[in-house]
């Protein structure tokens, strides 16, 4: 279902979803995005929509997956300011990468509770078959800051050379 952060407010919305949840009884739950709900409201009041909705999701037994459109991620900065990401079991950061003037695309585990995750930045791609996870970066750094550079400047024709096999 559609529906405009600005068509109601935090609490209608929850009750809203809740309600949609009841009656059709979903497993999954996408949220794209929470950040345009943050932007419409309170810090609090916020916090409280996610902590609500994702307890009723977690009652209900559905998986839910909330998107977020975050300016930087850097310097201890957190994924939003209502610092929702204590609430949550995982982040993952999605990133835009450049090298040799080619726009690659990025997926780090930033967060996973409970597990010893795969802390290498990888490239993504998206096609007709479904989304696939590649080989890590290598010799790059700064991906996370969104400037990524080489380690040593020969590796980042290495790195390019990679990415076209």
């Known amino acids: 279902m559609c529906q405009y952060p600005e068509s109601m407010g935090l609490e209608d919305h929850l009750l809203l979803i809740q309600r949609e949840i009841e009656h059709f009884r979903p497993k999954r739950l996408i949220m794209d995005s ?47 300011e209502a610092h929702i990401s204590t609430i949550t079991d995982a982040i993952l950061l999605l990133r835009y990468v450049e090298i040799n003037g080619i726009l690659r695309r990025g997926v780090a585990v930033i967060k996973m509770r409970g597990s010893q995750h795969d802390k290498q930045i990888r490239e993504f791609t998206i096609d007709d078959q479904g989304l ?12 996370i800051l969104g400037i990524p550079s080489a380690t040593m400047p020969s590796e980042v024709e290495q790195l390019g050379a990679m990415f076209e096999d």
């Open 34 to 80: 929470v950040s345009a709900m943050e932007r419409m409201a309170h810090v609090r009041f916020f916090r409280e929509f996610v902590i609500g909705l994702t307890s009723f999701a977690k009652q209900e037994e559905v998986c839910s997956l909330f998107t977020s459109t975050t300016p930087k991620l850097s310097g201890g900065d957190s994924v939003t």
């Open 132 to 143: 696939h996870i590649g080989k890590p970066f290598t010799n790059v750094q700064n991906i």
